[in-house]
């Protein structure tokens, strides 16, 4: 079980956020990302008898992972983590002592060429993390209007060339349905340079993925689920890839909410329902970004509720 976890996914910040959680052998806990069961095996590992974990993920492949794990501290929850305090109501938890996040996507999901969440490989273009049900990034690409997929580029890729690229799908597609990778890189290629390449598909591809998953209004509802949740002294650990994700979870964890509005009292002081762990963000160390080249972009935010 142990070799197959390693080539699922290796765990980023893997020490850093557990440590992070402060945990409390008897305490009730989620991983919210489970993926290859790293940080959950590392959580499980500081429980006692009276503890628990409860740790979600909505890909089937994942749920594989949880095989041989301990079920009497244990619970794997298939469900995409918005549904976090749908959940816990489910199973009886009022309060939980700490929540664990590790965003983005893992390297199973980048390596497997059927998934198309890579532009490394060509396959379908699926990008789906709950490959049960919803659109895939071909339903999007074929389906959208030009100005939702510019929107969509833009918003969720930051890219200046938005509108161009969605008038050059729109058109390509009026010939033949871009249904693959290969399909779709054949369109978007040509607008960008070779030294930049990498970086702009990269940006292209994380909009799109971003699209399919509702990523952002799922994180949204996760962390307010978690707001409520986590018992007072309880600990917020959020790992981010990239700014949209990290300026949602850095709102929350200064101001109480997504949108970073503040509530002041008389003497101007903000009312947050957090208290910041790290002034500073927590980066990976050169090491850990040479051995794994995911955790080049990762940050590292912990808050403890008040």
Not at 52 to 67: C, P
Not at 158 to 176: D, G, H
Not at 183 to 210: H, S, T
Request: glycine share 8%.
């Amino acid at each position: 079980m142990a070799e197959s976890n390693v080539a699922y996914h290796v765990p980023v910040l893997l020490n850093e956020s557990v440590e992070g959680l402060n945990i409390d052998e008897g305490g009730c806990y989620v991983d919210v990302t489970f993926g290859g069961g790293g940080h959950s095996r590392a959580i499980l590992s500081r429980l006692g008898a009276g503890g628990h974990l409860y740790s979600f993920d909505q890909d089937a492949d994942a749920e594989k992972n949880a095989e041989g794990f301990d079920q009497g501290r244990f619970t794997f929850v298939r469900s995409n983590f918005r549904f976090l305090k749908n959940f816990m109501k489910f199973y009886g938890v009022e309060q939980i002592d700490g929540l664990l996040a590790d965003l983005g996507v893992s390297s199973h999901h980048f390596d497997d060429s059927e998934r198309g969440f890579s532009f490394r490989f060509d396959g379908l273009l699926d990008m789906r993390m709950n490959q049960r049900a919803g659109r895939t990034a071909a339903d999007v690409v074929n389906t959208y209007t030009e100005k939702q997929l510019a929107d969509v580029f833009y918003l969720y890729g930051e890219l200046k060339q938005s509108r161009k690229l969605a008038a050059a799908i729109v058109k390509a597609r009026q010939t033949k349905k871009v249904e693959t990778i290969g399909d779709f890189l054949e369109v978007v290629k040509p607008f960008f340079r070779n030294e930049r390449e990498k970086k702009e598909l990269a940006k292209v591809f994380q909009a799109l993925r971003i699209e399919v998953n509702h990523e952002l209004e799922a994180l949204k509802e996760m962390l307010r689920g978690a707001t409520e949740l986590l018992r007072p002294g309880g600990r917020l650990v959020v790992i981010t890839y990239h700014s949209l994700e990290d300026r949602l979870v850095k709102n929350l964890m200064k101001t109480g909410n997504v949108e970073g509005k503040e509530d002041k009292d008389f003497f101007g002081r903000v009312n947050a329902p957090f208290k910041l762990v790290n002034r500073q963000v927590v980066v990976p160390s050169e090491e850990e970004m040479e051995r794994n080249p995911r955790s080049r972009s990762a940050k590292l935010r912990m808050a403890e509720k008040l």
